[in-house]
Nanobody
Framework: VQLQASGGGLVQSGASLTLSCAVS????????IGWFRQVPGKEREGVSC????????YYEDSVKGRFTIFRDLVKKTVYLQMTSLNPDDTAVYYC???????????????WGQGTQVTVSS
């Protein structure tokens, strides 16, 4: 089982980025896939999740209306489209696979490596 996150970078405030999480070793439909982020000195927090059961999408309050999670079953990839980025979005972003969507890290079964997103003011 492997999750490969990519797409991070350095952008200015107001810009957009799309993160990708390519999965291998299991069908994409077998797990709920979420995105978490972490800054130094703080706990990892859930940002968004796409449920395996019915495709429901969940967002942390601060990203609602700005971030969109979606998946491509053929490419076995989950994306996080991020718009109107601001410096508070600066963090290392991780994708994760779990049985159920959760905004806390504990239920996660598999983690991808992180991708850095830096938003300058």
């Amino acid at each position: 089982v492997q999750l490969q996150a990519s797409g991070g970078g350095l952008v200015q405030s107001g810009a957009s980025l799309t993160l990708s999480c390519a999965v291998s070793g299991f069908p994409l439909e077998a797990y709920s896939i979420g995105w978490f982020r972490q800054v130094p000195g703080k706990e990892r927090e859930g940002v968004s999740c796409l449920s395996k059961s019915d495709g429901s999408k969940y967002y942390e309050d601060s990203v609602k209306g700005r971030f969109t999670i979606f998946r491509d079953l053929v490419k076995k990839t989950v994306y996080l489209q991020m718009t109107s980025l601001n410096p508070d979005d600066t963090a290392v972003y991780y994708c994760a696979a779990s049985e159920w969507c959760s905004m806390i890290p504990e239920p996660v079964d598999y983690w991808g490596q992180g991708t850095q997103v830096t938003v300058s003011s």
